[in-house]
């Protein structure tokens, strides 16, 4: 995969991130983020190896672009708010891929990234929607689809 390809799903991926998790929660969302990045082992059971909180996307880019390659897939979700700053969490798969048709995501426009809610209480009904405690936000009230 070319570098500015996937630079540039990378940017999109974030904001698509951020959209989303805006469009569930109450609280303000910012577009400024920085990213609490995971390595998830696929062969030792999805055990997840933490890598360290980045400001820099650029850095992010350089642990997942490596030589034309790019992980299979790419999670991300807003974990929480701090600081005014949206903290994303960024989980990736440790199998790399340089030809795109071995990407997961394709469907979501931004291959490998994967754009998940954020993180919110399993039910919400059982969850207070006043206050957010560890990475889970007041839920906006959205009607169900039946």
């Not at 630079?7 to 989303?20: P, Q, S, V």
């Not at 055990?47 to 030589?67: A, F, H, M, P, T």
């Not at 969490?89 to 998940?116: Q, T």
């Not at 059982?126 to 889970?136: A, C, T």
């Amino acid at each position: 995969m070319d570098k500015t390809v996937f630079k540039d799903r990378f940017r999109r991926a974030i904001k698509k991130t951020i959209e989303l998790a805006q469009k569930y929660v109450k609280e303000k969302i910012p577009k400024d983020f920085i990213i609490d990045l995971s390595r998830i082992d696929s062969k030792d059971t999805h055990k997840s190896k933490y890598e360290g909180r980045y400001e820099d996307l650029e850095k992010v880019i350089e642990k997942l672009y490596q030589d034309g390659s790019v992980p299979r897939w790419v999670d991300l979700n807003v974990k929480t708010v701090e600081n005014d700053l949206s903290i994303i969490r960024c989980e990736y798969s440790n199998i790399f891929f340089n030809d795109e048709s071995n990407l997961l995501h394709e469907d979501e426009g931004v291959p490998p990234f994967h754009i998940l809610s954020p993180h919110i209480p399993p039910s919400h009904f059982d969850f207070d929607k006043n206050k957010v405690k560890e990475g889970k936000f007041s839920i906006k009230d959205i009607p169900k689809e039946d």
